[in-house]
Nanobody
Framework: QVQLVESGGGLVQAGNSLRLSCAAS????????MGWFRQAPGKERELVARINWIGSVTYYADSVKGRFTISRDNAKSTVYLQMNVLKPEDTAVYYC???????????????WGQGTQLTVSS
């Protein structure tokens, strides 16, 4: 099994920055894609960013493009989400996810972390 543990969430003022981390353990492979989803109250879970394990392909939601950066450290089996110029609209529970297939991240076969809360105050 694959286990994912998120950290780095918390309360931050609008305009500031924060970095989320997600550490993977268990039967993981260096070729696994990883990414971040978020879910705000009353809203559907949405894909925020994803990256293939070699870092050659990335995706960002339009709402975070230019502000967020996804990266990974394979030696530490960890994926990061650097979040800059945070807005109140970014408030949500952020979930780390991994899948063997980059394009199937979020679909069947996805492993999920338990989530970390980000609250951005104005």
């Amino acid at each position: 099994q694959v286990q994912l543990v998120e950290s780095g969430g918390g309360l931050v003022q609008a305009g500031n920055s924060l970095r989320l981390s997600c550490a993977a353990s268990g039967r993981t492979f260096s070729s696994y894609a990883m990414g971040w989803f978020r879910q705000a109250p009353g809203k559907e879970r949405e894909l925020v960013a994803r990256i293939n394990w070699i870092g050659s392909v990335t995706y960002y939601a339009d709402s975070v493009k230019g502000r967020f950066t996804i990266s990974r450290d394979n030696a530490k089996s960890t994926v990061y989400l650097q979040m800059n110029v945070l807005k109140p609209e970014d408030t949500a529970v952020y979930y780390c996810a991994t899948h063997e297939n980059y394009y199937l991240l979020g679909s069947a076969g996805t492993y999920w972390g338990q989530g970390t809360q980000l609250t951005v105050s104005s």
